[in-house]
């Protein structure tokens, strides 16, 4: 049986079953796209340069063209642009959207939907962040590459090595471009531990600057290091949480701060304050210099790195 005489069970929808429409387009499996070639025309200089070419239907009350794609794909693809059909808002995941990208830019030659296509692939950056960037990448989409880019910054950089999500799309990326992805999510890396280590000196009123009950840091700051008039004993646990979250921020840059176990140890060793002024404002002052201080110095870290691509 020929792939004209098929049997699928896939049967077009509104508009394409329209029995007024002068065209036919009929799938590898066998399923008619009823369609207007003046639409599709207008639409496509591919469909143009195949109107134009003499076929075995012409003479055909409705004339029938055959096309390569398969009915699912081929129908999604209409769905995307075609007037009065209902817009499409999912796909059968990333790698369904990879093909419709090929179809509609690479052979289709409509380039006017490459904003839409866009949105549809922002959608995935969640999910599949170096798949997207990938993608991005490959078809010179540099905004869409760049926030896929942000997104790997939450994950840990071995993770990003070793992501089997977006496997069907690394054969876009090139060695060059996985490179500059790597040496971007390492460079934020180190920005983004390296920003904080003189912050708890930002303001006089912090508990570890003031405490002298709870263990100090063995190392004594002088004033001009600090910007303070006198010596300064700074707490040692406001350093210790610096330097646990430091190392998490070396291998996952955006990672979240709230969720991190050194905010959690940092709250217990300042509890463990004996009276002094660490027990008191320890949660209170930490959650202010994380909110004030800590994390926009870590985000304007990470956004003077720019990714080379």
Known sequence: MSSSQSITSFMPSPPFNDPSADTILRTSDGVAFRVYRAVLVCASPFFRQL?????????AETPVLPIDEASHLFDRFLKMWYPGAHTLVAFDGLEELDSLIELI????????LTPLLQKHLHNYIETHCVGVFAIACYRGWRDVAQAAAEQALKTDLFAVLGDTT???????????HFQALLKYHHACGVAAASAGRMLPFSSAEYCWLKCGTCAA?????EPIATGFPHRVHP???????????????TLKPRATFYALNSLVSAHIKAAACNGGPCRAQGPRDI?????????PAVNAAIESVELDI
């Open 51 to 59: 109107f134009s070419l003499p076929h075995a239907d012409t003479e």
């Open 105 to 112: 830019l690479g052979k289709y030659d409509m380039h006017f």
């Open 166 to 176: 977006s496997k069907p799309q690394l054969k876009h990326l090139s060695a060059g």
């Open 217 to 221: 840091y063995t190392q004594v700051y």
């Open 235 to 249: 707490r040692a646990w406001i350093f210790e949480y610096l330097e646990e979250t430091s190392a998490v921020l």
């Open 287 to 295: 959650a202010v210099f994380i909110t004030d201080k800590y994390l």
